[in-house]
């Protein structure tokens, strides 16, 4: 850890976007103690990606930074950065509700934190949705018409993910044609799944 490459200086008049660019330096030139030390200075003062950065580290655990695995700690920061409606906290703050993840497992709401972020066009938002819709969860039963929407809307985005689970759902439907087509987009995008499944179906 080269904690003496920088010295570390928050400048009063330094706005929240100029102290996580100053974060992202820190890190960048793998001066972990200044980046952790900024970071937490953006905690709490209304900047969601601060929050949502945080978040990330605790959900995953960073061990250069030194920070525990923590999804307690980790939905709180998501959930913060969602209040001003960051879409990519507001995927993590549903996926938690959706499968009780450091949470109280709450469908509903993490289904209604899903559908914001969706809104709000977030490909993982939209890929999970379409995921949900196609082969049910809990009380959920499948719907096939609403999971072609949601991944649909991710596809046309160029989101490969969704362009391998659109291909699955078609193929199951008899629409092979269409179902080969979107296998090879999200291969030739690099999706590991759909390169697989290309090399072992399509010979």
């Known amino acids: 850890m080269k904690s003496d490459a920088f010295k570390l200086e928050v400048n009063p008049k330094d706005n929240s976007q100029d102290l996580f660019h100053k974060y992202r330096k820190f890190y960048d030139s793998e001066c972990f103690l200044e980046a952790l030390e900024i970071l937490k200075h953006l905690l709490n003062k209304g900047f969601p990606n601060a929050e949502f950065e945080m978040g990330q580290h605790y959900y995953y655990g960073n061990e250069k930074l030194e920070v525990p695995q923590d999804y307690f700690k980790a939905f709180r920061c998501f959930s913060l950065a969602a209040e001003s409606g960051h879409a990519d906290a507001l995927y993590f703050q549903g996926q938690m509700l959706l499968y009780g993840i450091g949470v109280v497992l709450d469908i509903n709401q993490g289904l209604a934190s899903l559908n914001i972020a969706a809104n709000e066009g977030e490909n993982k938002a939209l890929d999970i949705l379409g995921k949900i819709y196609h082969f049910g969860y809990s009380d959920i039963l499948p719907d096939y018409k609403k999971a072609e929407g949601y991944y649909r809307m991710a596809v046309n985005k160029g989101y490969p993910s969704s362009m ?40």
């Open 164 to 203: 391998f689970n659109l291909s699955l759902l078609l193929e199951n439907q008899f629409r092979f044609q269409e179902a080969y087509e979107l296998m090879i987009q999200s291969a030739k995008n690099g999706f590991l799944d759909a390169i697989y499944y290309s090399m072992t179906t399509y010979k």
